[in-house]
Structures are given as C-alpha cells and as structure tokens.
C-alpha cells in the first residue's frame, strides 16, 4: 500500500524532504510514501494527484498551508477537514474512518481544529472575501489544492485526507506585493516581488509578519511529519 502526498509549494515540501523534486514529478521519500510536487492551483493539484495513482498510491494526502475562515483559528493551527465543499459549493466526501483514524494518531501530539475546508480558483488576500466566503460555506479554512486531490481520490475510490496548518488568520489582508508577485499558477516570482517592495516600501513589514506566520505553519507540518509513517499504516487496517 502505497501513500501519495500532494504538495504545492517548495516550502510546504522541505518540511517532508530534504530530497529534491521538480515540478510535475513525484519522488519516494519511504518506502511507502511518495511525495508529489504539484505546484499552485487546481489543475497542478490535479495532475499530481493522477501521477500519484498511475505511480500505484492507494490512498491521497493533500498536505500544506491553508487560510483561516473562522476568526478562532491562529498561525499554526493545524486543520483536519472533516467535509469539503468544492468552488460550487458541492460537497466532496471523505473516508471517514481514515479521518477518525488520522484524528485518534494525531491528537496526542497536536492541538486539531475540525471542520469544512472550501477552494478558491486564487488567492484570497482580503479580510473582507475571507468572512464572505464562511458566511456562505461555513468552512473553517481555505485552500486552492485540496478539493482537486480529493476528487481524484474519489474518482477512483481510494481514501483521502487533507492536513493543513493556518497561515494567514481571518483577519487578515494579505500584503499587496503576493497578489502582484504571484503568476497565474500562484506561484511567487521573486523578481517581481523585490521590485514592488522598492516601488512600495512600507509593505515590508506585513511581509515580515506574513513570513513569521508561514513559519508557524511549517513548524506545525514538522510535528505531522513524524506521524506520517504512522498515518500511512491507515490502509494496512482495511486488510
């Protein structure tokens, strides 16, 4: 039985690996783990979900940062979706006993929030879209990559589980530079970045908080990482 992590960004995937892996491929990080880079966005997310399950991966993680919908949550806070409601707010199920299973794991070691993840098809940066998009999904947290995952798992009947540590908070406007910085695939072009911070230099410091915010998250993924061995014996309990 074989585990297939989806991950969209660099950063997202040191926290797995030390172990390098382009863009579009997938790569063993144990024996039973294989670990894809997608990049941003759904049709990546997609793409590598379906090279996961050609690769032989029995069960999908969706794995990395999310945005918080619900005002409670914090930097760091580690999320495991219980539901998920796609971009047309269809609800996509997930296997419920290796939820229950990832919840018994996890508990012991880590503070889980529980609850709806929704999609969005960009990066949500304001407050303002954040609050609109709980009153009508009533999802605790947001990501671009999940949902995608999740219905390729569906579509060929194999489990799935989203594990997501918070990075931006509800309240929160993201800095102006990641809209501009960011290409179609919502991947961050560095270049771009450093030259709307010489054009705008009073958004260094919300990047500075945005950056120490990001490192919550990872430091939480680190702690979910140790368990992961354990999280992908899941389909070993089916025999």
């Known amino acids: 039985m074989i ?6 960004l660099p ?3 040191t926290v797995l690996t030390s172990k390098r892996i382009d863009k579009g491929h997938c790569v063993f990080i144990a024996d039973k783990l294989l670990v894809a880079y997608s990049g941003a966005g759904a049709k990546n ?5 379906e090279l996961l399950i050609s690769k032989g991966a029995t069960q999908l993680i969706s794995w990395g940062c999310a945005a918080a919908l619900d005002t409670s949550l914090k930097p760091g806070d ?36 529980t609850g709806g993840l929704t999609e969005s098809a960009n990066i949500v940066s304001s407050s303002k879209e954040k609050q609109h998009l709980q ?25 799935f589980l989203a594990i997501r540590a918070i990075v931006d908070p509800a309240g929160m406007d993201l800095p102006r530079a990641i809209a501009y910085a960011a290409n179609t695939e919502g991947d961050i072009i560095l270049s771009r970045l450093l030259l709307f911070l010489a054009l705008h230099p ?38």
């Open 45 to 49: 997310a997609m793409a590598a979900a």
């Open 3 to 8: 585990t297939g992590i989806v991950v969209a």
């Open 78 to 113: 580690l999320v495991l979706a219980d539901r998920l409601l796609d971009i047309n707010d269809t609800e996509i199920a997930i296997n419920p006993d290796w939820y229950e299973y990832a919840k018994k794991l996890l508990t012991p070691y880590i503070n889980i929030h």
């Open 135 to 159: 009153l009508i999904t009533e999802a605790i947290a947001l990501d671009m990559e999940s949902i995608p995952v999740a219905k390729a798992a569906g579509k060929n009947a194999l489990p």
């Open 11 to 13: 950063e997202e995937l």
């Open 202 to 239: 009073t958004e260094l410091p919300g990047l500075i908080r945005l950056g120490l915010y990001f490192n919550a998250a990872k430091a939480t993924l680190k702690q979910v990482a140790r368990q992961l061995d354990a999280l992908a014996q899941f389909s070993n309990k089916l025999k």
